[in-house]
């Protein structure tokens, strides 16, 4: 091991049940009799706690992707498109693990600012400091019809309202003074009232008196994590995202999207280390490169076009399946969902001229994340230039198909990052702004 220690990377798995692969839950290798069970997830989690891996994280939506042809068929025929409620399910995982920080998504744009809080608050006491919370604003009108509207509202106004559910939560966690709680049994004090404080937020959504009843917690505030990469979604993350998670096809699209949110949040005032900007990718590793070039080929064949045609006109809230499925990808003049990836279709297709069928088989991959398909030295080389050429502080690992495509990136790629003094070997503290490097915010409140 390499003892003269440089700057680290910071790693963390992107869980779902079967894998990233669109068709991964076809793999033999896929347990699908474990998919709804607490064990398997205790298991995925328990192996990211051997990789050392700074946090697990869960994404989530509202509702059966039905965008592609308005109907939830093409989905629950090819994908596994079934899930669990994330929240619920980090709260469980922080029962059974120790160290590994814990990401669950919850969507502005369908909650209130005081559950949410609350709900992060009390499960960063429970899991000693390890909770983070990815601030999603939702893209799919079908999610929208969960909630009482038939269109899920413009995507500037998603973020203006994310921004003031943002400013409400960040109140109502310093609304508790570190020192509040007394636990004078002898005065017969509880807490001390001058360290409580109302928040009297009254916005264009929300009105908020506060305080909230659970105290500061140990991080103070959870980790906010953040994914937009459109203009607005980009500032929204400067604002207040402590890790960022992006979709990054090249070296050169990765460094500049790094250099503009080191630039955007120090247009807010915080320095470059204040967030941690985590590109997805999916490692499709195995001991040997040719071995890796199978497993790839296996995932492959299982791939359904219509799994991918479905997962991204639900990602970017447009019908693809009014256009013929062997012709050219359309121009998608009037989709509302995620901007920044209907640009990287865009780039794409204007490239390679795709029929929409292909699109779909492709799209199922990876969603336009990154892939690298090699040796554990090929995935470690990959992960480092990145690493050291300003493309990003760490990555958001997804694995190709669960739960061997983890465990296998925990024994190959791992060892590989630490011999390098790359990653480390142990965890150094017990919070997940310890592994991140992250400060403890301190209470804004006035005493
Ligand atoms: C790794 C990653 C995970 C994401 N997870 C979710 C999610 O769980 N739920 C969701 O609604 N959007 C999710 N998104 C989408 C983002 O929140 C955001 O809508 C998207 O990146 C597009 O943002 P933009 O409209 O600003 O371009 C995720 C994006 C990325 C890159």
């Known amino acids: 091991m390499n003892s003269d220690r440089g700057r680290q990377l910071h790693l963390g798995v992107f869980l779902d049940a079967a894998g990233h692969y669109a068709s991964a839950w076809r793999h033999p290798a896929t347990p699908t009799d474990m998919f709804f069970r607490l064990d398997y997830y205790k298991r995925l989690a328990l192996a990211a706690e051997r990789g050392k891996f700074d946090m697990v994280f869960f994404s989530d939506r509202y509702g059966i992707p039905d965008r592609y042809g308005d109907s939830f068929r093409a989905t629950v025929r090819s994908l596994h498109s079934a899930r669990l409620d994330p929240f619920t399910l980090i709260t469980a995982l922080a029962g059974v693990t120790e160290r590994v920080g814990l990401t669950a998504t919850v969507s502005t744009s ?104 659970v105290p500061r917690s140990p991080q103070g505030r959870p980790v906010l994590v953040q994914a937009g990469s459109s203009d607005t979604g980009r500032d929204f993350a400067a604002r207040v995202a402590e890790v960022i998670f992006t979709a990054q096809p090249s070296l050169d699209g990765a460094r500049s999207f790094y250099a503009d949110m080191k630039t955007r949040a120090a247009a807010y005032g915080r320095s470059p280390d204040s967030n941690k900007v985590m590109p997805g990718l999916m490692p499709i590793v195995a001991g040997t490169e040719a071995e890796a070039r199978e497993t790839e080929a296996l ?39 995620m901007q920044s990836r209907l640009k990287l279709v865009a780039k794409l297709t204007q490239s390679d001229s795709l029929t929409l069928r292909q699109l779909g088989r492709f799209y199922g991959g990876s969603r336009l994340h990154r892939k690298i398909v090699g040796s554990p030295v090929q995935i470690a080389d990959f992960l480092q230039e990145w690493f050291v050429k300003g493309a990003c502080d760490g990555f958001n690992i997804m694995p190709p198909y669960l739960p061997d495509g983890l465990d296998k990136f925990v024994e190959l790629v791992v060892p590989e990052l630490q011999n390098r003094g790359l990653f480390r070997e142990e965890y150094e503290g017990r919070t997940l702004r310890d592994h991140l490097g992250l400060p403890r915010p301190a209470s804004r409140s006035r005493s």
Request: hydrophobic letters at 40%; zero cysteines.
């Open 110 to 213: 369908f909650s209130e600012p005081f559950h949410v809080a609350r709900q992060f608050a009390s499960l960063d006491l429970l899991s000693g400091g390890r909770a983070a919370w990815n601030v999603v604003t939702s893209t799919s009108d079908n999610e929208a019809r969960n909630f009482g509207e038939e269109r899920i509202p413009d995507h500037d106004s998603r973020y203006e309202r994310a921004r003031e559910f943002l400013d409400v939560a960040n109140g109502l966690w310093d609304s508790w003074e570190e020192d509040a709680l007394v636990f004078d049994k002898e005065a017969g004090v509880y807490a001390d009232g001058d360290k409580v404080h109302y928040l009297h937020h009254r916005g264009r959504h929300f009105g908020v008196r506060g305080p909230l009843d």
């Open 299 to 337: 995932l492959a064949e299982f791939a359904d076009p219509l799994a991918g045609l479905a997962i991204l006109s639900d990602q970017i809230n447009y019908d693809l399946s009014v256009h013929p499925l062997d012709g050219p990808v359309p121009e998608l003049l009037e989709a509302t969902g």
